[in-house]
Every structure is written in structure tokens, then in C-alpha cells.
Nanobody
């Protein structure tokens, strides 16, 4: 069983920054890919950023040049650095991890950007 715990969400003014963390725990953990998703009220969950075990990254167009995904494989922890935040970035942010052929999800962390 793999457990993911997100942290770092909160309330920030437009133009501000937040850093989200996703700590993974479980036996014989080997995470192939870690993603960040978000879901705003009334919207579908959308993929924000992806990072592979080798460090390759991909971003949604809406966050390119503002968000940076990273991971510390030794700590089994992923990060999402969010800069120049906009009110439209307001959402619950979820991390997911692909390991052992299964995808696991965290419980989510709220990010609210005020204008």
C-alpha cells in the first residue's frame, strides 16, 4: 500500500508563490512518475505537471513558465513550486504517483489565490 500526503497549500495574493509537497510512503517504493493535478469547483480534474523517475517534465500550457515540478527520489517526495499565482489557479491540488503498475492519489490540498 502506498500513501501520499500533500502539504503546502493555503491562501495567497495574486502574484505570490506557494510550494506544494507530496510525501510518499510504503514498502519497496519505486515511483515511476509523479503528477500534480488540480480541480476547481464545477470543473473537471486537470493535469498540471508531470515528472518521470528520470526527471523529464511536462506542463499544462496554463502553468508553463510559472510552475516547476521536481522530486527528491531519496525522500520519495515530489514538489510543485508555483510562482506568479493567479486567481484562476485556485483549486484543490492533488498529487498522484505511478508505482507497481498502479496509480495512487493523495487527499488534496487547497490553494486559494485572492485578487
Amino acid at each position: 500500500q502506498v500513501r501520499l500526503v500533500e502539504s503546502g497549500g493555503g491562501l495567497v495574493q495574486a502574484g505570490g508563490s506557494l510550494r506544494l509537497s507530496c510525501a510518499a510512503s510504503g514498502s519497496r517504493l519505486s515511483i515511476a512518475a509523479m503528477d500534480w493535478h488540480r480541480q476547481a469547483p464545477g470543473n473537471q480534474r486537470e493535469l498540471v505537471a508531470t515528472i518521470t523517475s528520470g526527471g523529464s517534465t511536462n506542463y499544462a500550457d496554463s502553468v508553463k513558465a510559472r510552475f516547476t515540478i521536481s522530486r527528491d527520489n531519496a525522500k520519495n517526495t515530489g514538489y510543485l513550486q508555483m510562482n506568479s499565482l493567479k486567481p484562476e489557479d485556485t483549486a484543490v491540488y492533488y498529487c498522484s504517483a505511478l508505482t507497481g503498475g498502479r496509480t495512487y492519489w493523495g487527499q488534496g490540498t487547497q490553494v486559494t489565490v485572492s485578487s
